[in-house]
């Protein structure tokens, strides 16, 4: 292979890869826990197209990894709540079983 | 980058196979702490691309943040909800399972198309700044990102005392729910849940 670097594509692929990987947990998942773990992949995802793009097509400017690490803030932020949250539904349901928490199923 | 071009290759295939191999043990594995401890090694690998495309301050945010206080996270998460319980079977699990899955395949399919077929309108090498992208993202934070920047903090605040809030086990003297006292002593003592008959 005679290239001078590796192509975008490979990138893009690698993060389609993760970011349905993702969505198969979130959607097959019975524990809550991992469903947060699957949005942390998803979001890992959308961070390395972010700065693929930023690298190989907006590489003066990188506003790219400047969304990146807004993305990495407001998923820190999705992290604290969501686990805050399965606490405290774990400590009114005694169980984190997502199959059980159907409240607000119609 | 200075590194030689195969490097380059051996690292992003290792580091790619880490994260796609890691990430389908995160979701697939029977064993909740496995998952975590894997996820771990997925963020470590994602930060490792970062570094391949010239981002070093974003790669040590991602350890930072990621490996450092989310994975923390839910690993005491885990610790705080383990118990070992027997989930109901769904009566409908493996359509559901096919359902899905070919759900996610036709939606890999369709990236991975538009990412090979796309023609993206590459820039030029020259032009990039390399290893200045954290003086960039400096300049960045302060100038026109500056509205955005001080929001975060804003954010990080809201979700400090929203996770406090939601997470605290409140001391009350009388139980909302009955209108019993409650016992101040044993503030661990299990209380009668309230919504668990209630299927």
Redesign the interface.
């Known amino acids: 292979?005679n290239?001078?670097?590796?192509p975008?594509?490979?990138?893009?692929?690698?993060s389609?890869?993760?970011?349905?990987?993702?969505?198969?947990?979130l959607?097959?998942?019975?524990?809550a826990?991992?469903v947060?773990?699957?949005i942390?992949?998803m979001l890992?995802a959308v961070?390395?197209n972010l700065?693929?793009f930023?690298?190989?097509?907006?590489?003066?400017?990188?506003?790219g990894?400047?969304f990146?690490?807004?993305v990495?803030?407001?998923?820190?932020?999705?992290?604290?709540?969501g686990?805050?949250?399965?606490?405290?539904l774990?400590?009114?349901?005694?169980?984190?079983?997502m199959?059980?928490f159907?409240?607000l199923k119609w | 980058m200075s590194i030689a071009i195969t490097t380059q290759f051996i690292c992003f295939t290792v580091l790619s196979l880490v994260v796609i191999i890691g990430a389908l043990g995160v979701v697939l594995l029977e064993s909740i702490v496995y998952s975590a401890f894997l996820l771990g090694g997925v963020f470590m690998s994602v930060a490792g691309l970062y570094l391949l495309l010239n981002a070093s301050f974003v790669a040590a945010a991602q350890v930072l943040v990621y490996v450092g206080a989310v994975n923390v996270l839910i690993i005491f998460a885990i610790m705080l909800v383990n118990k070992k319980e027997d989930l109901k079977p769904i009566s409908d699990i493996k359509s559901r399972r096919v359902i899905s899955t070919s759900i996610c395949l036709t939606l890999l399919s369709l990236l991975i198309r538009v990412d090979l077929t796309n023609v993206w309108s590459l820039s030029s090498p020259q032009n990039s700044i390399g290893e200045e992208s954290t003086i960039r993202i400096g300049e960045h934070l302060f100038s026109d990102y500056l509205l955005p920047f001080e929001v975060a903090s804003v954010l990080l605040l809201m979700a400090m005392i929203g996770a406090i809030v939601l997470a605290r086990r409140d001391v009350m003297s009388k139980d909302i729910s009955t209108g019993l006292p409650v016992d101040q002593e044993l503030i661990e003592k299990s209380s009668e849940p309230l919504l668990t008959n209630k299927n």
């Open positions: 292979m290239l001078e670097s590796i975008l594509q490979a990138f893009l692929i690698v389609s890869a993760l970011f349905c990987i993702g969505i198969w947990g959607l097959n998942s019975r524990n826990v991992r947060l773990m699957s942390e992949l890992n961070n390395i700065m693929a930023s690298s190989y097509i907006d590489n003066n400017l990188i506003q990894q400047v990146t690490i807004f990495i803030t407001v998923a820190a932020a999705e992290a604290a709540v686990l805050a949250i399965l606490l405290s774990y400590r009114n349901r005694v169980t984190v079983d199959e059980s159907n409240l």
